[in-house]
């Protein structure tokens, strides 16, 4: 059973840093791209970050500058580093995996993020 763990949500301030981690328990060899999401209330879920295995990063123009994606393959760990946070980057952020020997994804439970004005 594939399980995805993050962590590191909280409420912050505008301008304020938040970190974000999502640990996956999986076989090393079988873990894939692993993406963070979020969705705010009311809105669709939308793509933030994504990191390949080989590094190669990806990032919406929303984020990009203020938000960093890294990843510790050891532990199977992906981190999102966010700054310079906007109040418009309150929702709940989610971390998907996808699996290499299986080709499905999976998505952790959330973790929230709250910023103020």
Do not use: H
């Amino acid at each position: 059973q594939v399980q995805l763990v993050e962590s590191g949500g909280g409420s912050e301030q505008a301008g304020g840093s938040l970190r974000l981690s999502c640990a996956a328990s999986i076989y090393t060899r079988c873990r894939g791209d692993m993406s963070w999401y979020r969705q705010a209330p009311g809105k669709e879920r939308e793509f933030v970050s994504v990191i390949g295995r080989d590094g190669i990063t990806k990032y919406a123009d929303s984020v990009k500058g203020r938000f960093t994606i890294s990843q510790d393959n050891a532990k199977n760990t992906v981190y999102l580093q966010m700054n310079s946070l906007k109040p418009e980057d309150t929702a709940m952020y989610y971390c998907k995996m996808r699996s290499t020997c299986s080709g499905r994804d999976f998505w952790g439970q959330g973790t929230q993020v709250t910023v103020s004005s």
